[in-house]
Each structure stands twice: as C-alpha cells, then as structure tokens.
C-alpha cells in the first residue's frame, strides 16, 4: 500500500498576512478526507475533515 504525503496549499485570495488555513485536496478521492491546517504553524494539529462535508463547506461560501 502507498501512503500518500499531503499537498498543502493556501487559498490563492488569502492575502491577510498568514492568517489562513492550509488544505491538502490531493486525499479527498483516496482516503476521503481533507486535512485542514494552521497555516502559520506547518507542525500544528491536522484536523481530518470529510471530503463531503469539505464540499458542502465550499458549495456554502461559493453561495454567499
């Protein structure tokens, strides 16, 4: 079995200073789950979020 190493990324209108999440997207279609993290602290807590719960989060800011 391969284990995949997270690809983190900082949204591209993220332009307060660091103050942002990182999200790894690159495990939403092989482990289900999108890892979400400080963006100011790389050895942080990671908080496991579903990819389907992700979705639903983006589906409701895409709508605001």
């Known amino acids: ?4 190493t997270p690809r ?13 999440v990182e999200v790894a997207i ?8 999108v890892p979400v993290r400080d963006s100011k602290l790389s050895a942080s ?3 496991d979020v579903s990819a389907a719960a992700f979705a ?5 800011v895409k709508a605001v």
């Open 1 to 4: 079995m391969t284990t995949e």
């Open 8 to 20: 983190w990324f900082t949204s591209s209108y993220s332009e307060n200073g660091g103050a942002c």
């Open 26 to 33: 690159n495990l939403a279609a092989s482990h289900g789950v």
């Open 45 to 47: 807590p990671v908080l």
């Open 56 to 60: 639903a989060f983006l589906d409701g």
